[in-house]
């Protein structure tokens, strides 16, 4: 039977026939509905192993069965980019090889089609998980019981869910999902911020281990209300507190329902973005002119948070555009053409420093000229002098004053090659 499947070209001149059953060499195949593979005699023979096509068996994608034609609706969240060469029509939908993603809030993620395709059919992390509803919850009532509640604040470059700075401690939410395997990074998250004065309070799903004595856990079916007040409970264990927060708290803790939902629906009803005033739109106004809406549709700055780790368009007051993520633009860093850190029509070696590119190596430099390189580059390229000498040297040491080292007396000319009499 398997004879049948042998395939008549791409075996070349070897026959079935000359192959025996036990062998581990590998040959070309061909089913009787025009697939074609290969595979390894003895993997074809044995009982236990035996293999058949693997596209009719659907381990290998096929025309009828790939990601493009079973899930069209993630073929606009592959990333063409970051995925090249690689194609949607190559994978089946169980695949478990990593491959990116981009939703169509610009956030980008790696994850395998079965992740997307089965059971859990994960969507954008960033956008349905990154903040959990839970936290949110917290976060709406810390605020109801103590003055300053910070969401998303840095602290000493160190981000977490909730900051209470007036009595120095900060409540980090652990989901499952998020956190399985990451106790070492989650230990190490403490211990930094301990060293900074800060009291790390966890909120831990019961599913995952143990971390510190100063953990809460929780079920995900409990209600947030006793979620919330098992939390408190633990605040005033291990955080001191004045009469007047304390008083707060016990207040709170003979309720049945939670005090600031008004609130809690309001942040809720801008996810997945943040509310305006935790945007960085809200926080950092002086960014939002530059803010490329063209080339970053359809994406706005009410988007995003400040710690968002986006990498986005902008369009400085000279025209100029490019790329620059987030935290580069809060820290003060701005457009590099005109910091002259890039190559632009008005800031490059022909029109900054023209006796130079009188001095450019046309021949040597191949396709390269003058008002494509920067004027301070460390690139080495080729230059030519008056007397014909021909060096290799860096634009930012020409700028310096660097010359011919040849006129120079540096370095000794080659008479033959210069085409001079010796």
Known sequence: MLAKEWHPEKNGALSSKDIPPGTDKKVWWLCEKGHCWRAVVCHRTHSSKATGCPYCSGRSATKENNLAVVCPGLINEWHVEKNSPLKPETLKPGSNRKVWWKCNKGHEWRTSPNKRTGVDKTGCPFCNSQTSRLEIRILCELRHLFRNVRWRDKIGGIETDIHVPEYAFAVEVDGYRW?????????IKGKQLGRMGIKLLRLRDKRLSHLEDTDTYCNENEDDIVIIQRLLRNIIKHVPLNDDALSRIQTYLQGMTPQNSLEYERVLSYLPSPPPEY????????????WHYQKNAPLIPENFTPS?????????????????????????????????QKVSPDNNLA???????????????????????????????????????EWEAKPQKRVLGNGCPYCAGRRKADAQILGVSS
């Open 179 to 187: 956190h399985i395997g990451k106790e070492t990074k989650d230990k």
């Open 279 to 290: 945007s960085l739109a809200g926080l950092y106004k002086n960014l939002i002119p530059e």
């Open 308 to 340: 968002a780790r986006a990498n986005v368009w902008w369009k400085c007051s000279n025209g100029h555009e490019y790329k620059s993520f987030l935290y580069n633009r809060i820290k003060g860093v701005g457009c590099p053409y005109c910091a002259g």
């Open 351 to 389: 029109v900054k420093v023209p006796r130079l590119a009188g001095e450019w190596n046309w021949a040597r430099n191949g396709p390269i000229k003058p008002n494509e390189v920067y004027y301070r580059s460390t690139k080495k390229v080729w230059w030519v002098c008056k007397k014909g000498h």
